[in-house]
């Protein structure tokens, strides 16, 4: 199995390029999330999926959209890149609802926004 | 989801027991504790979590107090390998979201 897959893991984008950061997961997981974390910080919660077709805010919305293609996958877009977006972003799944487990991450997209 | 508290650093020596403590005050009954770390720049890593009973598997052990506002992570023989940021949080069953705080930075020194 591989679990979370991110890509890129490294990107360099230009202030107002656009881009989006792809996440799939093979473990039939319903819940997906996408954290940033920034140098010295905890993970940061952007958005997240409880269930295909459902996307919610996380604390820190602001400069970013998604989409949960489809039960494995959830995209993390940004429109027009911003600097104070330059971080490590990290992608998560798991299951919820009757049965509680652990979440699982990717190893992370390194961006930096020149 | 509950907030937690954690302090933002310890030290251990190699080979002792690591003591990791948590307060999650607001914790509702049907939401559980859990721990990750991470170690530099990798993704977070799950290590356990519980109920309200303590909880042990291959890397630590979980200790949740009788009123489950508080919790004790428990790396019995610490190594340098364990050095890292260790992460509680407390999160439901019938909801997504998945929150952090700051972490607690575990060194382990020789």
């Known amino acids: 199995n591989a679990g979370v897959t991110q890509t890129p893991k490294f990107q360099v984008l230009k202030t107002g390029q656009s881009m989006t950061l792809q996440c799939a997961q093979d473990m039939n997981h319903n819940s997906m999330y996408w954290y940033r974390q920034d140098p010295g910080m905890g993970l940061r919660l952007i958005y997240y999926s409880a269930s295909e077709g459902t996307t919610d805010k996380g604390e820190v919305p602001n400069g970013y959209n998604v989409s949960r293609l489809n039960k494995r996958e959830f995209s993390l877009r940004l429109e027009s890149a911003a600097p104070s977006q330059t971080s490590v972003y990290f992608c998560?799944?798991?299951?919820?609802?009757?049965?509680?487990?652990?979440?699982?991450f990717g190893q992370g997209t390194r961006l930096t926004v020149v | 989801d509950a907030k937690t508290t954690q302090p933002t650093s310890m030290d251990c020596a190699e080979g002792r027991a690591a003591n990791l403590p948590c307060n999650h005050s607001?914790?509702?009954?049907?939401?559980?504790v859990y721990w990750y770390r991470q170690i530099h720049s990798q993704g977070p890593q799950y290590i356990i979590h519980?109920?309200?009973n303590n909880e042990t598997n291959e890397m630590a052990s979980l200790i949740i107090t009788e009123d489950r506002k508080s919790s004790t992570l428990i790396l019995p023989h610490a190594t340098l390998r364990d050095t890292a940021v260790y992460y509680c949080?407390?999160?439901?069953?019938?909801?997504?979201?998945?929150?952090f705080g700051q972490g607690t930075i575990l060194t382990v020194h020789p």
């Open positions: 607001t914790i509702s009954g049907n939401e559980y």
């Open positions: 949080i407390v999160t439901g069953t019938s909801y997504g979201k998945l929150t």
């Open positions: 519980g109920l309200k």
């Open positions: 998560a799944s798991r299951k919820t609802g009757t049965m509680n487990t652990e979440a699982f």
